[in-house]
């Protein structure tokens, strides 16, 4: 796992948070939830369908699960009532649910081991669950614990920063720390993004979800062509210079 994965994680994280709720506030919220599931269904469906990593594929199946995600958890507590907390919950629930029956059914965590469609299935239904957490616990922080999205994001900064400082310098294994963290990015990305896209009543910079969502995607589009361009190199120079 490289900087510029986690970079590209948290920017994704960040764009599905406003781009759900442009679209929310955009068209009815039943026909945007549709919508995003149709989307999340039919970038899926392609990751599923290419045999080997191929990174706008891979990072676009990424926004789509983080869109729908969004939505899903606003979902709980916009549309039925359920407070933040309780989803926050709920969905922690959920996310240990799959990680049990992932590690039973597997015997394993680590996302170096994703060789077969069960386990490429636990491992996106792991990050929908993840991003479903993220959102709700983002949420959580900044409006029912008066955080602010500026200081839920540097607080969650910190806290990612907490798995990684561990497995660097006190042993954590590799598998816990990476899903510690890769939960963390979810509600770190989506609380600057919403920071950057409410209005200053609201304590952000007033800039629009529209006006951010685009931003991060151009930036997220950036990094995938990066990743596109080093994954081409690193085969180019490898045994037999493979070409795909």
């Not at 990680?99 to 077969?116: A, C, D, N, Y």
Request: proline share 4%; aromatic share 12%; no cysteine.
């Amino acid at each position: 796992m490289t900087a510029i994965f986690w970079v590209t994680k948290v920017l994704t994280t960040g764009m599905g948070e406003t781009t759900s709720d442009y679209l929310a506030h955009t068209l009815d919220p039943a026909l945007a939830v549709g919508l995003g599931a149709l989307a999340f269904a039919a970038a899926l469906g392609l990751q599923f369908a290419v045999k080997a990593y191929i990174p706008w594929v891979y990072w676009l199946a990424v926004v789509m699960v983080s869109i729908f995600g969004t939505m899903a958890a606003d979902v709980l507590h916009v549309g039925l009532g359920v407070p933040y907390l309780v989803s926050t919950v709920f969905y922690a629930a959920v996310l240990a649910a799959v990680f049990i029956l992932w590690k039973r059914k597997e015997g394993t965590l680590s996302i170096h081991s994703i060789t077969s469609r069960s386990r490429e299935g636990f491992y996106w239904a792991t990050v929908l669950a993840t991003f479903a957490l993220g959102t709700a616990a983002g949420e959580l922080t900044a409006m029912t614990f008066n955080l602010g999205y500026l200081g839920s994001g540097v607080l969650f900064a910190v806290a990612m920063a907490v798995p990684a400082l561990a497995y660097w310098k006190l042993g954590l294994p590799a598998v816990p720390a990476f899903w510690v963290a890769y939960v963390l990015t979810r509600p770190l990305g989506a609380s600057f993004a919403d920071w950057m896209a409410v209005s200053h009543q609201r304590g952000g910079l007033d800039w629009g979800s529209g006006p951010v969502s685009i931003g991060w995607a151009l930036a997220i589009a950036g990094l995938v062509a990066v990743l596109a361009v080093s994954q081409r190199r690193l085969i180019d120079v490898g045994p037999g210079t493979i070409h795909t």
